[in-house]
């Protein structure tokens, strides 16, 4: 595995936090602090905030993405944002099948399928959650529950379309809890998607993906978790709220 043959991306994802002003303050700050980051940057932020941050990201190296998209072109889906309404406004990516969604709304792998199918028609990169629960990685089956979000998310992609996706590794008991994966363990379950990714696609396809880390990543960490050879970046939640720590990491990604 030759990590120099793909980008890191440092992606925040905002989660429901920041009003426009909010927004608009986080940004202009963060601005100056990556200019110059030698890996892709990303901010997720809540529908209300993605004109405020396209406006204020305009001629800078950093993308704005959304936090999810429904499957439809259109139709009668009461509080729900379509792929293409998002492409039609200059977003760029969307995080699909993140674990809040499939804990709280009821994402199915199918539907993360259905969502991904749809982002990619829509010409939107994708960030692709995966991760195992507590009692499954304590069952020992986080191998096959990455695996099988994994295979079932990426039905029917095809190998140029896979170009458009990352998969963010992100094992639930992670998440939000200050409790992050060792380098070691992010670095193997990323190693194992990696190798279901070769299993679909070929060596070639899993060499140039771009797999991120998520789940309390921060300022103090990132260098260690970003170092592993198959750790190709974070999707960052609590950190991405502050500027300098969100810097921090794109900083060690830039190493
Ligand atoms: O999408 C981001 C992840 O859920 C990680 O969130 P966290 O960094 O707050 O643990």
């Known amino acids: 595995m030759n990590k120099t043959l793909r980008k890191a991306v440092i992606a925040g994802n905002w989660k429901m936090n920041k ?23 990303v901010i997720c932020v809540p529908y209300t905030n993605l004109e405020t941050a396209l406006q204020a990201t305009e001629g800078t190296n950093i993308k704005v993405g959304a936090e999810n998209c429904h499957w439809a072109k259109s139709g009668a889906f009461t509080g729900e944002i379509s792929a293409d309404m998002l492409t039609e406004m200059g977003v760029e990516y969307v995080v699909i099948g993140h674990s809040e969604r499939r804990q709280y709304f009821g994402e199915t792998d199918a539907t993360v399928n259905q969502r991904v199918r749809a982002a990619l028609d829509a010409g939107l990169n994708v960030i692709l959650c995966v991760g195992e629960l507590l009692e499954q990685r304590e069952q020992g089956i986080t191998e096959e529950v990455c695996g099988m979000q994994t295979k079932v998310a990426l039905g029917g992609v095809s190998k140029e379309e896979l170009k458009k996706i990352i998969i963010a590794y992100e094992p639930v008991w992670a998440i939000g809890t200050g409790k992050t994966a060792t380098a070691q363990q992010a670095n193997e379950v990323n190693h194992y998607i ?12 899993a060499d140039a993906m771009t797999i991120q880390y998520g789940g309390s990543m921060n300022a103090g960490n990132a260098e260690e978790l970003l170092a592993q050879p198959d750790v190709d970046g974070g999707l960052i939640g609590g950190a991405s709220l502050k500027a300098a720590d969100f810097s921090v990491i794109v900083k060690a990604a830039s190493k």
């Open 194 to 205: 990696r190798t279901v990714v070769g299993g679909l696609y070929g060596q070639d396809a």
């Open 19 to 41: 009003n426009r002003k909010e927004a608009k303050a986080l940004i202009e700050e963060m601005k100056p602090l990556v200019a110059g980051a030698d890996c892709g940057v």
